[in-house]
């Protein structure tokens, strides 16, 4: 630990540059940029091969996607098609048509080629986005009209709630920037999934590690998008830059807010300081935060220099956070603990809800239930919290035949005749100080449960992977969902397991697999709420997850910026929205 004297050099030295920061940065409003605090950076912004929230919310200003979300009314948006699809009585055939005023950066207009190129580089086994390809399964082919280059069909496997809602969440990208040989245009949709035909292939093979290469994951020179923005600096552990187009088609359209681009600049400023961050938005150094620690800003918002210059806001979200247990271990590196739903279910009896809940979140947070947010109507009002309590804990913990039995203070099982200690490890990320705040709360409360918990801060990157690799005993993040439909796949899925997706836990079996099938497949909305239901009910009763708590979204805006909106759907602020005061 440090000590006081170095502390103390710290903090002057933090002052000290803070000051320099408030001189020099005097005049940034003068040239229109936002300045945005972000905790962590995107793992990459490759156009496909990318999963954090900072990429999706990054890609709403520098890439387009066929649909939007409307966040004032919840409904879909045509953005890049002229209009909703026509939808053929089978519920299996999708036809758009992309705006005629569309085009690239470099002034080639958007066609259905670069839809049906997207579709194939997502679809094709040999692009490294693994955690999403479950997303595109439904999705058949793309057939382009052969009489309009801007009109084609979406030909899908099965009719799904989500076949147009899907289209909201993948960036449409260039075939001629990204493929500028247009091999895949050479195969047909169903080629680049067979493994086989892929392996006869090697110009599929070339255009893949190329595509794959670090230089598309963030080098800005070969970034490319749709969008009005464009990423223009990425100094990696500092910030993000986002410069608006000079002569992008959207100049001129205003109507929707995916047009919209106010700031010429936007700036991503990494800071993960809780104390440094609040000391740069009290000097005016920063515009905007949706993601501050609650702590930070519950001081500003009862300080009144403060208020007088920001607007600070709560607002409900879809998000919430959980603790992940690993039910399907090595058995080497990670004991087999959570094998045993009794064990699950004591683990979630062991976590001190209310307490985080005032200690962490001031109380601004409502419990989860279910892998749905209570603000939903998909929410199964049925299903109860698990309440915090040792004693049961211990009980189900007994019934499973853990004990103290050499008197060492941890319980302990033999399992394969081997005498097993019941203590594991915790992964979380340590960008922000309310995880470790969390997991510290959780240990003291399991060792008096005679278990002993070690605390495993990683960063970002590390701790997806270890997350997706299925090298933890226990991981603790955040989901943000949204209002659309749920799919269960990408989550909760055995394939999802299997393929290191994003079912961490190994969740799942053939019941589970065909009741998300038919959530999918159901296109009644009655019918799908009820089997939706359903499913959270098997969670519920299967607990791969202990859910924690919702998420309050922190809003703070400077005043300098106008035109402000927030929203229950993510990202809270659309930063391409904020008007400079004059």
Request: aromatic share 12%; hydrophobic share 35%.
């Given at each position: 630990m440090?000590s ?10 933090l002052?000290?540059?803070i ?5 020099n940065g ?5 040239n229109n ?5 972000i905790?962590h ?5 490759h156009?496909?091969?990318g999963t954090?929230a ?7 200003y ?6 939007k979300?409307?966040?004032?009314t919840?409904?879909l948006l045509p ?7 026509i ?22 207009p958007?066609?259905?080629a ?17 955690a ?16 309009n280059?801007?009109k ?5 496997n099965?009719?799904n709630?989500?076949?147009t809602?899907?289209?909201t969440?993948?960036p449409?990208?260039e075939?001629?920037f990204f493929?500028?040989?247009?091999t ?11 493994s086989t035909?892929?392996k ?9 590690d ?8 963030n ?9 009005p ?6 100094d990696?552990?500092?910030?993000i830059t986002?410069?608006?187009k000079k ?5 001129n359209?205003?109507?929707?807010w995916f047009?919209k681009?106010?700031a ?15 000391l740069e938005f009290k ?7 949706t993601n ?6 519950s001081?500003?918002?009862t300080d009144?220099?403060f208020?007088?210059?920001?607007i600070?806001k ?9 603790i ?12 087999p603990?959570f094998?045993?739903?009794?064990v699950?279910?004591a683990m979630?009896?062991l ?28 929410f ?28 060492d ?6 399992i394969d005749?081997e ?6 490890s ?6 922000q100080?309310?995880w470790?705040?969390?997991a510290?709360q959780?240990a003291e ?6 278990i002993?918990v070690?605390l ?8 997806v992977s ?13 989901w ?5 439909p ?6 909760w899925?055995?394939?999802s ?13 053939t019941r589970?697999?065909?009741?998300i ?8 909305e ?7 239901k ?13 859910f ?13 910026w ?7 759907e993510?990202?809270?602020v ?9």
């Amino acid at each position: 630990m440090s000590s006081f004297k170095t502390m103390n050099f710290i903090k002057y030295s933090l002052l000290l540059i803070i000051t320099a920061l408030v001189v020099n940065g005097c005049k940034k409003h003068q040239n229109n940029t936002l300045v945005v605090h972000i905790l962590h950076e995107p793992e990459d912004l490759h156009p496909t091969n990318g999963t954090s929230a900072l990429r999706a919310e990054i890609n709403l200003y520098t890439q387009l996607s066929l649909l939007k979300i409307d966040y004032n009314t919840s409904e879909l948006l045509p953005c890049m098609a002229k209009a909703l699809p026509i939808v053929s009585e089978d519920g299996l055939n999708y036809t758009y048509e992309i705006k005629d005023e569309l085009y690239w950066d470099d002034k080639t207009p958007v066609t259905a080629a670069d839809v049906a190129f997207t579709t194939k580089a997502n679809k094709c086994l040999l692009t490294n986005n693994p955690a999403l390809k479950q997303n595109w399964d439904n999705v058949k082919d793309i057939v382009i009209d052969a009489k309009n280059s801007k009109k084609f069909t979406v030909e899908m496997n099965h009719p799904n709630a989500l076949n147009t809602w899907f289209w909201t969440d993948f960036p449409i990208i260039e075939e001629a920037f990204f493929d500028k040989h247009k091999t895949l245009s050479t195969c047909t949709t169903a080629q680049l999934i067979d493994s086989t035909f892929l392996k006869k292939n090697k110009a599929v093979k070339i255009w893949a590690d190329e595509f794959n290469s670090p230089k598309y994951y963030n080098n800005p020179e070969f970034m490319n998008g749709g969008g009005p923005y464009k990423v223009t600096k990425w100094d990696k552990g500092v910030s993000i830059t986002l410069e608006k187009k000079k002569d992008h088609w959207t100049k001129n359209c205003e109507e929707h807010w995916f047009c919209k681009a106010y700031a010429d600049k936007i700036i991503l400023k990494l800071n993960t300081n809780n104390a440094s961050t609040l000391l740069e938005f009290k000097n005016g150094l920063m515009d905007v935060s949706t993601n501050i620690d609650y702590a930070s800003f519950s001081e500003l918002e009862t300080d009144k220099t403060f208020t007088d210059k920001y607007i600070t806001k709560l607002a409900d979200t879809y998000n919430y956070t959980y603790i992940a247990m690993n039910m399907k271990p090595d058995g080497k590196t990670h004991q087999p603990l959570f094998t045993d739903v009794l064990v699950r279910r004591a683990m979630a009896m062991l976590v001190p809800y209310d307490q985080i809940n005032k200690l962490v979140y001031g109380n601004h947070c409502k419990r989860m239930i279910s892998p749905i947010s209570p603000l939903k109507k998909e929410f199964n009002t049925n299903l109860k919290p698990i309440e915090y309590n040792i004693q049961q804990a211990q009980a189900l913990l007994k019934q499973a035949g853990w004990e103290d039995t050499d008197g060492d203070q941890i319980l302990d099982k033999v399992i394969d005749g081997e005498k097993v200690k019941f203590q594991f490890s915790i992964n979380f990320i340590n960008a922000q100080k309310q995880w470790e705040d969390i997991a510290k709360q959780i240990a003291e409360s399991m060792q008096k449960a005679n278990i002993f918990v070690q605390l495993n801060p990683m960063e970002f990157n590390g701790f997806v992977s270890a997350a997706m690799s299925h090298d933890f005993d226990m991981s603790m993040s955040a989901w943000q969902s949204s209002v659309q439909p749920e799919d269960f796949s990408q989550l909760w899925k055995t394939t999802s397991w299997s393929t290191n997706g994003f079912n961490f836990t190994g969740f799942g079996n053939t019941r589970s697999d065909a009741l998300i099938d038919s959530i999918n497949n159901c296109v009644q909305e009655s019918k799908r709420i009820e089997l939706t239901k359903q499913f959270q009910q098997l969670v519920y009763q299967e607990q791969p997850y202990i859910f924690l708590l919702t998420q309050a979204r922190r809003v703070v805006v400077s005043k300098k910026w106008t035109n402000l909106e927030i929203y229950t759907e993510y990202p809270g602020v659309l930063l391409n929205t904020l008007k400079l005061n004059d």
